[in-house]
């Protein structure tokens, strides 16, 4: 089993940046992908980005690259994203998930656990 718990969220203004934490407990952390994923207001969930064991290989979402960056210190068992000049169609509950390997697609059946989320909200 892990645990994953999202922090970090909060309200701020177009333009601004804010940083995500994703805590993880309960099993090996450094050999699994960590992945975000978000879901806006009345919108599937959708990949944000992943990130693999050795934090070198990356993918993200058309919507947030050359903006976002993941990244994971695994001595903290702790993977992060942060998030630079965020728009108001950033705005959304964002999730941390587990990988069930060291690398995943962006398909959602392929991470095993999932963090309970955090909202994240850009002002116009």
């Known amino acids: 089993q892990v645990q994953l718990v999202e922090s970090g969220g909060g309200l701020v203004q177009a333009g601004g940046s804010l940083r995500l934490s994703c805590a993880a407990s309960g099993r090996t952390f450094s050999s699994i992908a960590m992945g975000w994923f978000r879901q806006a207001p009345g919108k599937a969930r959708e990949f944000v980005a992943i990130?693999?064991?050795?934090?070198?290989?990356?993918s993200y979402a058309d919507s947030v690259l050359g903006r976002f960056t993941i990244s994971r210190d695994n001595t903290k068992n702790t993977v992060y994203l942060q998030m630079n000049s965020l728009k108001p169609e950033d705005t959304a509950v964002y999730f941390c998930a587990a990988a069930r390997f060291d690398w995943a697609s962006r398909r959602e059946s392929d991470y095993d656990y999932w963090g309970q989320g955090t909202q994240v909200t850009v002002s116009s």
């Open positions: 990130l693999n064991w050795s934090g070198i290989r990356t």
